[in-house]
C-alpha cells in the first residue's frame, strides 16, 4: 500500500475533536444543529455556489485548487493568506483558486471583524470552511479538483481535511444540498480528484527540505545564539498518525547544520519550552540570545502571545512553566535574551518564507489521486 493510503485510511476511523487556537472556551464546541443552524448552512452553500459560479465563469477555467488552513483572526496572517493564494495563482495559471479555512471559530471571529491592521482599523474577512467550497466546486463541475492541506505536520487538522474530501465524494451533505453523483463518480473514474500532503508528510524528503529552507534564512543566527522554532503539536490522546515525531525529527535534521536549532510546541508533550530549555542546558548553553520563531504556516493568536506575548500578563513566577507563560518571557526570566524576529511589525509564519512555501506548492503539483474516495467514509479494512 501506498504511504498516502495509510494515512488516508487511517484518517477514517478517527472520529476526534479538533483543536482550535481561536479559542479555548467549552462553549464553542460542536453541538448538534438545530432547524436555524440548518438554514444558515444551506444559505452558506449558496453564497458559495454563486461565488464559484462566477469566479468559474469569468475564468473559462476548468481546474479548481482548494487551499485548506485551520484559520486566524489576525490581519496579517489574512494578508499571508492572500500571498499564498496568489502564489498558487502563477503555480497553477490553468486554475481557480481558493481558500478555506477549516476552524468554525476562525471564521465566524474573521466575519465578525474582531482583528485589527497595523493602523487600529477592524478587518472584516469571509472564509469559508473546505465543505462548503468543496460542494460549490462541484456544483460548478470542475473536472480536475485539487485539496491542498496547509497543514505542517500531517495529524489531527490534516485528518479533517481527508474527511471533507471524502463527506464531498460521498455526497455526505445537508438534506436538499446534494452534488450530481454522476459528475462525483466521473471523478472517480477520471481519477481528478487529487489531495496535498501537509508540509512535513514525508520524513525522508520533507523534513531535510524544510530544513534545508530554515538554515538558509537564520544560519546567521545561530553564530550568534539559539534559534528556538515553536510549533502547535497535538497531545498524547489526540497525536493522530504520530505526527509529533515530525518536531524531532525536524530538530535533528536541523541540528545537523547547526547544533544551535531547537524545536518546541505548545501541546506535544515533552516538548514543551522548559523541555527546549532542557535540551539547551544539557548542551551547556545557559546564558545569551534565544531568537523565536514560529514553526506554523502563519502567524496567529500562538505566534503573537504564546510566543512573542511581553509584559506582566504573560509571565506568573508561580507557574513559571505554565502554558500561559510566553516564550520570550519564559527565556527572559530563564536569563537568556529573547529575541523575536519580526518582519513589518509581526512575527512570520511558514506561509511568508517562499521557499519553505514552494515545498507546500510542489506537494500540490505532485499530488496523488485519492484513490478509494468514492466509497463509505469508514471503510472495515
Request: net charge negative; proline share 4%; aromatic share 12%.
Amino acid at each position: 500500500m501506498k504511504k498516502i493510503n495509510f494515512f488516508i485510511l487511517a484518517a477514517m476511523t478517527l472520529v476526534a475533536p479538533v483543536f482550535t487556537a481561536c479559542s479555548s472556551s467549552d462553549d464553542d464546541k460542536e453541538k448538534t444543529p438545530d432547524s436555524q443552524t440548518i438554514n444558515n448552512i444551506v444559505s452558506e452553500y449558496t453564497v458559495n455556489d454563486e461565488m464559484v459560479a462566477k469566479q468559474k465563469q469569468q475564468s473559462g477555467k476548468d481546474v479548481a485548487v482548494l487551499l485548506v488552513a485551520f484559520g486566524s483572526t489576525w490581519n496579517n496572517a489574512f494578508l499571508a493568506f492572500d500571498a499564498t493564494k496568489v502564489a498558487y495563482e502563477k503555480a497553477f495559471p490553468e486554475a481557480d483558486v481558493y481558500m478555506s479555512f477549516s476552524s468554525d471559530i476562525c471564521i465566524n471571529r474573521a466575519s465578525a471583524g474582531e482583528g485589527k491592521d497595523d493602523a487600529g482599523n477592524f478587518v472584516k474577512r469571509d472564509y469559508y470552511e473546505p465543505r462548503y467550497l468543496l460542494h460549490a466546486i462541484g456544483n460548478a463541475k470542475y473536472s480536475k479538483i485539487y485539496v491542498q492541506s496547509l497543514q505542517v505536520i500531517p495529524g489531527e487538522e490534516f485528518a479533517a481535511v481527508v474527511a471533507s474530501v471524502k463527506k464531498f465524494m460521498n455526497n455526505g451533505y445537508i438534506s436538499g444540498s446534494h452534488l450530481d453523483d454522476k459528475y462525483l463518480a466521473s471523478l472517480e473514474s477520471n481519477k481528478s480528484i487529487f489531495l496535498g500532503m501537509p508540509l512535513l508528510y514525508d520524513p525522508d524528503v520533507d523534513v531535510p527540505a524544510v530544513a534545508e529552507e530554515l538554515h538558509k534564512l537564520y544560519g546567521n543566527e545561530t553564530t550568534q545564539g539559539v534559534v528556538a522554532f515553536m510549533g502547535h503539536g497535538n497531545p498524547d490522546t489526540y497525536d493522530t498518525f504520530n505526527a509529533n515525531k515530525r518536531y524531532t525529527q525536524l530538530q535533528d535534521a536541523l541540528q545537523a547544520l547547526n547544533p544551535n536549532y531547537f524545536v518546541g510546541t505548545v501541546d506535544m508533550p515533552d516538548n514543551y519550552k522548559q523541555d527546549v530549555l532542557a535540551r539547551m542546558q544539557k548542551k551547556s548553553i545557559v546564558s545569551g540570545k534565544v531568537y523565536l520563531h514560529a514553526l506554523m504556516s502563519i502567524a496567529g493568536d500562538h505566534a503573537h502571545n504564546d510566543m512573542a506575548g511581553a509584559g506582566e500578563e504573560y509571565w506568573n513566577a508561580d507557574e513559571e512553566e505554565s502554558e500561559e507563560n510566553s516564550w520570550f518571557e519564559f527565556f527572559g526570566h530563564k536569563g537568556y535574551e529573547p529575541v523575536v524576529v519580526k518582519v513589518g511589525n509581526h512575527p512570520q509564519g511558514l506561509l511568508e518564507l517562499p521557499g519553505v512555501l514552494n515545498v507546500w506548492i510542489k506537494h500540490t503539483k505532485e499530488a496523488e489521486f485519492l484513490e478509494d474516495a468514492y466509497h463509505s467514509m469508514y471503510p472495515e479494512e
